[in-house]
């Protein structure tokens, strides 16, 4: 009889006033782990915004970039730097008669011997130099 006057004496270890006391504990677990998730997204979010500046910087700068590539190829060319010369600077082509030869000391260049080309008079005849030297010269002195 002992025993079953025991187990009606025994209280509940949780009761209603209990789960009241708990109630505030388990809501403010719930809005912080809310709060927590709010925080995540919000930085995902800004985060993104950030990503796709940088990619529209990077898109306009690689535009601009094509476009300074054109324009340093247009500076390029020959035919303006010719006209430039021309109408600017009053360049003119040389003519032979402005040209002027220098003779070169070889040991102050540095260089050996057999690797400066011989001079004027050292010349081999013109029967054995190679057709297309020939040809450059009949373009030059012409």
């Known amino acids: 009889m002992e025993r079953?006057?025991?187990?009606?004496?025994?209280?509940?270890?949780?009761?209603?006033?209990?789960?009241?006391?708990?109630?505030?504990?388990?809501?403010?677990?719930?809005?912080?782990?809310?709060?927590l998730l709010l925080l995540q997204t919000s930085r995902?979010?800004?985060?993104?915004?950030?990503?796709q500046r940088l990619q529209q910087q990077r898109d306009a700068l690689l535009y601009e970039n094509d476009q300074l590539e054109a324009e340093t190829g247009a500076l390029r060319s020959l035919e303006r730097i010719e006209h430039e010369a021309r109408a600017r600077l009053g360049m003119a082509p040389a003519s032979a008669a402005n040209l002027v030869y220098l003779t070169v000391?070889?040991?102050s260049l540095g260089l050996p011997p057999e690797a400066v080309a011989p001079a004027d008079d050292e010349q081999a005849p013109t029967g054995s130099r190679p057709w297309w030297r020939r040809v450059w010269e009949w373009i030059i002195f012409r």
Not at 11 to 29: E, F, Q, S, T
């Open 44 to 51: 995902i979010t800004s985060a993104g915004y950030g990503n």
């Open 4 to 35: 079953t006057a025991t187990r009606e004496k025994a209280r509940p270890l949780i009761g209603l006033g209990g789960v009241l006391a708990a109630l505030p504990l388990v809501a403010a677990i719930v809005c912080l782990g809310t709060l």
């Open 105 to 107: 000391d070889v040991p």
